[in-house]
T-cell receptor, first 115, second 109 residues
């Protein structure tokens, strides 16, 4: 089991471009979480998805950000018309269906730099 | 409001010295708390969780509901303990985590 895979590891975008971040959960995991870490800050929850469903998007900015987790393929975090303030590390975590003491496994993150 | 606070950004100790990384939380209800660790160039990984009351790599953490704290302790620090440590709590029943700002532990030889 290769663990949670995120790609790309590093992404550079010019202001106004789109950024697409991918996350392949661990085998058997149907729950995906996205977190953002701004410079000098802790990880902040963005969105929680199960296959084909957004369960909790309370941490997502209202505009320009969207996430999906299709039936087939990785979860995608999409940022449209990026701005400098979007520069951050974006982490994905996956877990099996929620149960007591379920551990979330993290990917290595994607570092987005907006220039 | 649900919140996790790690007051120290950096903790620097000598090898063999005791370590305590502080974590305080704010949560209504019974919290489920974790410590995650991120070694250099590696992914974030679970170190321990309060509910299992275990000791991992010599680290322990006790939940103190009176002081709303979950401090991470180790009696004798090792150089390989140098890493970034995050305290986190589970919010609600969705499994989403609320993280503290993180503390960098630096163990000097």
């Amino acid at each position: 089991n290769a663990g949670v895979m995120q790609n790309p590891r590093h992404l550079v975008r010019r202001r106004g471009q789109e950024a697409r971040l991918r996350c392949s959960p661990m085998k058997g995991h149907s729950h995906v979480y996205w977190y953002r870490q701004l410079p000098e800050e802790g990880l902040k929850f963005m969105v929680y998805l199960q296959k084909e469903n957004i369960i909790d998007e309370s941490g997502m900015p209202k505009e320009r950000f969207s996430a999906e987790f299709p039936k087939e393929g990785p979860s995608i975090l999409r940022i449209q018309q990026v701005v400098r303030g979007d520069s951050a590390a974006y982490f994905c975590a996956s877990s099996p269906p929620r149960a007591a003491n379920t551990e979330a496994f993290f990917g290595q993150g994607t570092r987005l730099t907006v220039v | 409001a649900q919140r996790v606070t790690q007051p120290e950004k950096l903790l620097s100790v000598f090898k063999g010295a005791p370590v305590e990384l502080k974590c305080n939380y704010s949560y209504s209800g019974s919290p489920e708390l974790f410590w995650y660790v991120q070694y250099s160039r590696q992914r974030l990984q679970l170190l321990l969780r309060h509910i299992s009351r275990e000791s991992i790599k010599g680290f322990t953490a006790d939940l103190n509901k009176g002081e709303t704290s979950f401090h991470l302790k180790k009696p004798f620090a090792q150089e390989e303990d140098s890493a970034m440590y995050y305290c986190a709590l589970v919010s609600g029943n969705t499994g989403k985590l609320i993280f503290g700002q993180g503390t960098t532990l630096q163990v000097k030889p």
